[in-house]
Protein backbone atom coordinates (compact mmCIF):
# COMPACT_ATOMS: atom_id res chain seq x y z
CA UNK A 1 0.00 0.00 0.00
CA UNK A 2 0.98 3.43 -0.63
CA UNK A 3 1.21 6.05 2.31
CA UNK A 4 2.21 9.43 3.02
CA UNK A 5 5.97 9.77 4.31
CA UNK A 6 4.99 10.44 7.51
CA UNK A 7 2.28 9.05 9.48
CA UNK A 8 1.87 8.46 13.24
CA UNK A 9 1.62 5.45 14.93
CA UNK A 10 -2.20 5.03 15.23
CA UNK A 11 -2.12 5.66 11.80
CA UNK A 12 0.52 3.03 10.73
CA UNK A 13 -1.25 0.54 12.52
CA UNK A 14 -4.64 1.46 10.70
CA UNK A 15 -2.74 1.14 7.40
CA UNK A 16 -0.93 -2.64 8.57
CA UNK A 17 -4.41 -3.55 9.68
CA UNK A 18 -5.96 -3.09 6.35
CA UNK A 19 -3.46 -4.78 3.73
CA UNK A 20 -3.38 -7.47 6.53
CA UNK A 21 -6.87 -7.46 6.14
CA UNK A 22 -6.95 -7.62 2.43
CA UNK A 23 -4.48 -11.19 2.35
CA UNK A 24 -6.02 -12.78 5.94
CA UNK A 25 -8.95 -15.14 3.72
CA UNK A 26 -9.95 -15.88 0.50
CA UNK A 27 -13.48 -14.18 1.09
CA UNK A 28 -11.98 -10.70 2.39
CA UNK A 29 -9.23 -11.06 -0.81
CA UNK A 30 -13.07 -11.48 -2.90
CA UNK A 31 -14.25 -8.23 -1.54
CA UNK A 32 -11.83 -6.38 -1.55
CA UNK A 33 -11.45 -7.12 -5.16
CA UNK A 34 -15.37 -6.44 -6.10
CA UNK A 35 -17.23 -3.63 -7.12
CA UNK A 36 -19.77 -3.71 -4.31
CA UNK A 37 -18.82 -0.37 -2.33
CA UNK A 38 -21.33 -1.70 0.42
CA UNK A 39 -19.61 -4.70 1.05
CA UNK A 40 -16.22 -2.80 1.09
CA UNK A 41 -17.15 -0.21 3.50
CA UNK A 42 -18.70 -2.50 5.47
CA UNK A 43 -15.71 -5.46 5.79
CA UNK A 44 -13.20 -1.52 6.76
CA UNK A 45 -15.97 -1.03 9.64
CA UNK A 46 -15.77 -4.33 10.93
CA UNK A 47 -11.80 -3.93 10.68
CA UNK A 48 -11.78 -0.44 12.43
CA UNK A 49 -14.56 -1.21 15.02
CA UNK A 50 -12.45 -4.16 16.42
CA UNK A 51 -9.08 -2.12 16.21
CA UNK A 52 -10.95 0.29 18.73
CA UNK A 53 -12.30 -2.23 20.48
CA UNK A 54 -8.74 -3.95 21.50
CA UNK A 55 -7.21 -0.38 21.73
CA UNK A 56 -9.76 0.80 24.02
CA UNK A 57 -9.70 -2.34 26.40
CA UNK A 58 -6.09 -2.86 25.98
CA UNK A 59 -5.34 0.93 27.10
Do not use: V
Not at 10 to 33: G, P
Not at 34 to 47: N, P, T, V
Amino acid sequence: MLSPETLSTKQQEILSLISTSLIESDEAMMIFSSSSESMIREKLEELFSDYLENKWIKE
